[in-house]
Nanobody
Framework: QVQLVESGGGLVQAGGSLRLSCSAS????????MGWFRQLPGNERDFVAA????????FYADSVKGRFTISRDNAENTVFLQMNGLKPEDTAVYYC????????????????WGQGTQVTVSS
């Protein structure tokens, strides 16, 4: 069992920045692919970013590429999402997710999910 806890969400003006953190329990954090998804009410959770087990490869949705950066610190069992140049359309609940197996990091079928953290961007 892996438990994930997100933090760092809040209210920010357009053009501002936020850094989301996700702390994971357990001793097998480094064996999991980590991802960030976001969701608006009534919608499915959409892929935002992912990072491989060793952190050597990252993946981003086209809508956030160049503005968001995902990173991980396996020694601290933590994954981050640095969000710069925020836009009102980035407003959503952001979820941290982990998966042990699977070749498609874009699908929202990860094994473990955090409780979510609200990000609101005002214009």
């Amino acid at each position: 069992q892996v438990q994930l806890v997100e933090s760092g969400g809040g209210l920010v003006q357009a053009g501002g920045s936020l850094r989301l953190s996700c702390s994971a329990s357990g001793r097998t954090f480094s064996s999991h692919i980590m991802g960030w998804f976001r969701q608006l009410p009534g919608n499915e959770r959409d892929f935002v970013a992912a990072i491989t087990r060793n952190g050597l490869s990252t993946f981003y949705a086209d809508s956030v590429k160049g503005r968001f950066t995902i990173s991980r610190d396996n020694a601290e069992n933590t994954v981050f999402l640095q969000m710069n140049g925020l836009k009102p359309e980035d407003t959503a609940v952001y979820y941290c997710a982990a998966r042990r197996y699977g070749s498609n990091v874009y699908r929202n079928d990860y094994d473990y999910w955090g409780q979510g953290t609200q990000v609101t961007v005002s214009s």
